[in-house]
């Protein structure tokens, strides 16, 4: 990271990112460029500081595609944007908080871990329980990113 000043180095602090953010973009290989997703996510911080972040979507599609071909991705979620100006300076930046990384994408298929990951993506964006009909697991695809590299930056 070219300005050191602005990276977060804390775990803790680089978790709280991801969970105040909302949407999660990967991007993923295909051929000569890239291809960029937002999507919703769920994720899971374990004891031995170890991230897994969840996904879920239709059966097929290009996204499912590329994945199959090469399950590396990167991944990049942001927030708390705020337009920052100056009169004086006749200048303006953006302040926002980012988390950027990378790891390995498994589809999940056993009918529990599915149902595991799904209630993880609820509860992102839910924060009492919220029962979702449970008919809808075995069509739905689900895939988890193993994280191996995360960094965070904090642009005040």
Request: charged share 30%; proline share 2%; net charge neutral.
């Amino acid at each position: 990271m070219r300005r050191n000043d602005r990276e977060i180095k804390n775990f803790d602090e680089i978790v709280e990112v991801m969970q105040n953010c909302d949407v999660c973009r990967i991007a993923l290989f295909d051929e000569d460029y890239p291809y960029i997703v937002p999507m919703n996510y769920g994720m899971q911080v374990f004891e031995s500081g170890k991230i897994e972040l969840y996904f879920h979507c239709a059966s097929e599609g290009k996204k499912l595609d590329l994945i199959r071909k090469n399950n590396n991705v990167c991944f990049e979620m942001d927030c708390q944007h705020q337009l920052r100006t100056d009169d004086v300076k006749m200048s303006c930046t953006m302040s926002y908080k980012s988390v950027i990384g990378r790891g390995k994408i498994f589809f999940i298929n056993d009918k529990q871990e599915k149902f595991e990951a799904l209630l993880q993506i609820m509860k992102h964006y839910h924060k009492e329980n919220f029962d979702f009909n449970r008919a809808v697991v075995p069509q739905t695809t689900v895939f988890k990113i193993c994280v191996d590299e995360i960094k965070g930056k904090n642009r005040k």
